[in-house]
């Protein structure tokens, strides 16, 4: 017969956030699933019940278990959109872009070509095949795979992943989509306690870092910010259905073991890198589309990303 015992902990916390300030509790409970939980855990189980945001650092202390009856807690859901509305919105469906246009020659990721784009049959060489009044224009295009907004399938990473072509439109279109808002940190690293807060399985998940902002200049190529691989792996546990990112990369490009790529792919989540514009988006209530073209035997490849935000009428 299973136990019927509930536990409960009693512990002191100091919380610190990555933007400043912090938060301490002195012999705080909390429901707990038994009474094997370490410093860390219990930290964990503090943001998500609180829903805490820019969380840097919990330092648990004083930690006992205590056996008796629970008292409940807050949703994780409710603290997804703490303090922005949620996902309200005034009724009205828009579009909004979240791609980066690509131009002739733009530098996308340095050390990578821009793209170089004109004409295969010009509108000029093209009257010479209709009727007079009638031209059309076929254009050529040839550029890296990582041009502009792209996804990763897990093809880009393993020989053996599925390719574009592979990938299931279910992770690609019509996902619920959550913001996670990261920008203002003083630390580079979106890590996993910045993520406890937020219900992420099934969804779409776009760390808004503003760091979009420094497109088309020479900042946008270094000093990133980037997706731990502990943060990486709570996602993929979770079932995010898609990670993306407005920066260069959601690794560290120092880190030659790409640990957020490698977790992620391997779990067959899709990774959109270089996205922008997170900022016109509400926390939640929206639906993300980023699907490329079905090319076998290519693992990224530019996507039209949007969102389509409010109620359809």
Known sequence: MASTEQWRVQFDADVTFSNGGGLQVQEFRLDVPGPDL???????????????????????????????????GRGVDA?????????????????????HPIRHGMVTYPGLPGPEIGDHLSREQSR???A??????????????????????????FA???????????????LDGLVVRVTGGASRAI????????????????????????WGTDAYGSGHPYLTGDAAAWLADQG????????VNIDDTADGTRPAHTTLL??????????????????????????????????TFPVRAYALVGERR
């Open 132 to 157: 007079p009044g009638t031209e059309f224009a076929i254009g050529r295009i040839s550029m890296v795979a990582n041009t502009g907004t792209y996804v990763d399938s897990p093809h880009h990473r």
């Open 240 to 247: 995010a259905a898609l990670v993306g990112i407005d920066s």
């Open 38 to 72: 370490d410093a860390k855990e219990v930290g964990e189980l503090l943001v998500r019940h609180l829903g805490l945001l820019m969380v840097g650092e919990v330092r648990v202390s004083g930690l006992r278990a205590l056996r008796e009856p629970h008292k409940g």
């Open 266 to 299: 391997a779990a067959g989540v899709p990774v959109v890198e270089h996205l922008r514009d997170l900022d016109q988006l509400p926390p939640e209530g929206f639906r993300f589309h980023a699907a490329p073209p079905a090319i076998e035997g290519m693992g």
């Open 160 to 174: 053996d992943g599925p390719d574009l072509a592979a990938l299931p439109l279910d992770r690609l279109t019509d």
């Open 128 to 130: 010479g095949h209709y």
């Open 191 to 214: 890590t996993r306690a910045l993520l406890l807060p937020y219900a992420v399985t099934g969804r779409a998940v776009l760390l808004q870092t503003g760091w979009d902002r420094h």
């Open 79 to 99: 603290a997804s959109g703490a303090g922005d509305g949620g996902g309200r919105t005034d009724g009205t469906r828009r579009a909004v872009d979240l791609s």
